[in-house]
């Protein structure tokens, strides 16, 4: 499972679990509100089409 920015794409990859975050905390790229995140599975081809606007960042996960 991989927790994306809707508004940017950005992917959530730190060490802290993303339920565990603060309320006040905001995505590092755009600012946007934690609630503006999403959790998907990449693994799901449906959904994954679905949020077309992070295949790019997904792609560049599933290489590393
Ligand atoms: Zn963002």
């Known amino acids: 499972m991989i ?8 992917i959530y990859d730190g ?3 993303f339920e565990r975050l603060p309320q006040d905390w905001c995505c590092p790229d755009c600012g946007a509100s ?5 959790t998907i599975d990449p693994s799901l081809p449906e959904k994954k089409s679905k949020i ?3 295949v790019m960042t997904l792609e560049k996960i599933e290489k590393t």
């Open 34 to 38: 934690i609630n503006c995140f999403d």
């Open 3 to 10: 927790t994306i920015c809707i508004p940017c794409g950005y």
């Open 15 to 17: 060490e802290l679990a």
């Open 52 to 54: 077309d606007y992070g």
